[in-house]
């Protein structure tokens, strides 16, 4: 490689936003792939301009007029901060794709649930996290990490390479273990997601939680979460895994402290 050359790495999610949309056949925006593969000339022809805006729909609370992205924002919102007979005076929650008003939390997820996402409203996914419904409307690009941390406020998923290459973003999807950075939101539509946050009641500890604790399976901890994940898959299947077979489920996994002899041990024999 000569000393002009340089390796990027980018994550999907700014891969595909940075790969631009298709007009009239021609990729507006195709540049950055053109001349991510070493070639010296690139030659972009476009035919026609188009001004795209996006606009993401807000959900208002009608007490105190906050806005949020994502009904399930909303609805934890309402119910933290408003008592469930408080009355509305003023405003009605509003459906912010049509403007359909309604008078309780209720009747708009059902309109939305009946009006948008049985029509396949484009950008709007509905889902399980952790056992509980959600629906969220999603840009094309959104990786799953990005929507768990940034629109369901469930930080618990790390973001590591971004290329999925350490593990740190493991999720299950349907039981699955799944590296989030590189699923895209639009892609979990209908699935069950199971995140760090579903092992713990917020007090207690899980067994698995409990012996990665007593063994010491951790330093940082920033790549714990996408160990745990990945451990719970495998004991769901094998409940007395031996080293071998750990080893094997948690290999695109890296724990960056050195710290795997002692991971592998914890859940190697189950819990």
């Not at 010296?40 to 007029?65: G, H, L, Q, R």
């Amino acid at each position: 490689m000569s000393e002009k050359e340089e390796t990027k790495q980018i994550s999907r999610r700014q891969f595909l936003r940075n790969a631009g949309i298709v007009v009239g056949g021609t990729a507006v925006g195709s540049s950055f792939l053109l001349s991510a593969c070493g070639g010296e000339e690139v030659t972009k022809t476009v035919t026609k301009t188009v001004n795209v805006t996006t606009a993401t729909p807000k959900f208002v609370c009608p007490y105190d007029s906050q806005e949020f992205d994502t009904f399930a924002a909303l609805q934890a919102h309402v119910e933290a901060n408003h008592s469930a007979g408080d009355p509305i005076t003023v405003n009605k929650f509003v459906s912010p794709y049509d403007g359909a008003e309604f008078d309780t939390l209720e009747q708009l997820k059902a309109h939305l649930d009946a009006n948008f996402m049985s029509q396949g409203e484009p950008g709007v996914v509905s889902f399980l996290v952790n056992g509980k419904p959600v629906t969220v409307k999603v840009e094309d690009y959104w990786t799953l990490d990005f929507v768990l941390r940034d629109r369901l406020a469930l930080y618990g998923t790390k973001v590591g390479c971004g290329v999925g290459q350490c593990g740190a973003c493991t999720v299950l999807v349907d039981g699955v273990p799944t590296f989030a950075c590189l699923t895209l939101g639009i892609e979990i539509a209908g699935k069950s997601i199971e995140t760090i946050e579903s092992l713990s009641d917020g007090t207690n500890l899980s067994p698995l939680q409990q012996k990665f604790y007593d063994n010491e399976a951790f330093q940082c901890g920033f790549c714990t979460s996408g160990f745990m994940m990945a451990a719970k898959a495998l004991l769901a299947e094998n409940p007395n895994p031996t080293v071998d077979e750990v080893r094997e489920a948690v290999a695109g996994h890296i724990c960056t402290c050195g710290n795997l002899k002692n991971t592998v041990a914890t859940i190697a024999g189950g819990v």
